[in-house]
């Protein structure tokens, strides 16, 4: 999937998540949507990344399309680890 640029208007459920060892950062897509990064306990870089940031904010990434699961959740775009992340000025 190509590079894609979003705005993020904020973080959903609170903070960053663990779930089955993994860790998630869930984002509000401005326009409607949700961005969830996922890293672990020693990779989280691309979270740590978007922590440091105040919202909103625009960011680039490299995504794919979510699990069928998390479609329900409002998902519409994950940033698997190790997927390219940055923000913009």
């Known amino acids: 999937m ?6 993020l208007t904020g ?4 903070s960053v998540q663990e779930s089955k ?3 998630r950062l869930v984002c509000l897509i401005q326009g409607g949507g949700k961005l969830a990064v996922w890293g672990s306990k020693a990779t989280r870089k691309n979270i740590d990344t978007i922590q440091r940031t105040r919202m909103p ?9 979510p699990k069928e699961w998390a ?4 998902h519409s775009f994950w940033v698997p680890e190790g997927n390219t992340l940055r923000v913009l000025p």
């Open 57 to 65: 904010c625009k960011v680039q990434c490299d995504c794919i399309p």
């Open 71 to 74: 479609i329900k959740y409002g």
């Open 2 to 7: 190509p590079i894609k640029t979003f705005t």
């Open 11 to 14: 973080i959903d459920e609170g």
């Open 21 to 23: 060892g993994n860790l």
